[in-house]
């Protein structure tokens, strides 16, 4: 006997995928972005920051590895309004605003990854220590 629930009009729409072929693009599948917690690193390209940038999520991925650190984003920035800039970015939950964990301008100076890592730690995972950075 059917479902009556079921509506035979209404069955349920599929797409079937082409099967995964590592030498075929039309078969990849773009990771999903902005999932949290994620981290995003904008800097200053005609600063040449790019390697402190890449540093910096290096380090942050050390720490926290996946799933505590879901995503870090590196994003180069090119205009007058943006010269200078070194900033990172928390968005420790779904749907929430970033959270700025520092800005060079505003500090003074670029992030210390023990202070880095220690602001981000207190959002992400309150309780897990950071070793010799706690000190």
């Known amino acids: 006997m059917a ?5 035979a ?6 797409v079937e ?3 995964y072929n590592p030498m075929d693009p039309t078969t990849f599948i773009a990771p999903t972005s902005g999932t949290a917690p994620s981290v ?11 390697h402190r940038a890449t540093w910096t999520s290096t380090e942050l991925f050390l720490t926290f590895p ?14 007058d309004d943006t010269a200078g800039r070194f900033r990172v970015w928390l968005t420790a939950n779904e749907g ?22 220690q602001r981000i730690r207190n ?9 010799h950075s706690d000190k």
């Open 66 to 79: 996946p799933p505590a650190l879901k995503s870090i984003t590196i994003v180069p920035l090119n205009s």
């Open 9 to 14: 009009d209404c069955a349920p729409f599929s």
């Open 96 to 117: 929430a605003s970033p959270i700025l964990m520092w800005d060079r301008k505003v500090e003074g100076k670029f992030p210390e990854l023990k202070d880095l890592k």
């Open 3 to 7: 479902d009556p629930s079921a509506c």
């Open 123 to 131: 959002f992400i995972q309150p309780d897990r220590s950071l070793g």
């Open 17 to 19: 995928q082409p099967a």
């Open 40 to 50: 995003s690193i904008e800097f200053c390209d005609r600063c040449r920051w790019l």
